[in-house]
Nanobody
């Protein structure tokens, strides 16, 4: 049974930081590309960041580039998202996703991903 379990969400003021983690089980984690998406109330799920199976390639949405950093630890089956300089518009439920890259697919599209976590809430309040 595949599980992706996110943690680390919470309440933070603008300019603050949070670190999200996602622990995977039931998959050969080191073979999967991983990503973070987010969904705000009334909006579609949107791409935040992605990282290749080796960690050698990283991708970011323009809205978070320079503020967020995605990383992974294949020994711990974990992918992390360090979020700095948080803004009110970063408020959303953040989801971890896993993709077994059988063919080149766009990293920013939800349908690329095979497995999803349940999400963790991030609220930036002033």
């Amino acid at each position: 049974q595949v599980q992706l379990v996110e943690s680390g969400g919470g309440l933070v003021q603008p300019g603050g930081s949070l670190r999200l983690s996602c622990v995977a089980s039931g998959i050969a984690f080191s073979r999967y590309a991983m990503a973070w998406f987010r969904q705000a109330p009334g909006k579609e799920r949107e791409f935040v960041a992605a990282i290749s199976w080796s960690g050698g390639s990283r991708y970011y949405d323009d809205s978070v580039r320079g503020r967020f950093t995605i990383s992974r630890d294949n020994a711990k089956n974990t992918v992390n998202l360090q979020m700095n300089s948080l803004k009110l518009e970063d408020t959303a439920v953040y989801y971890c996703a896993a993709d077994y890259p059988e063919a080149p697919t766009p990293v920013s599209v939800t349908t690329t991903y095979d497995y999803w976590g349940q999400g963790t809430q991030v609220t930036v309040y002033s």
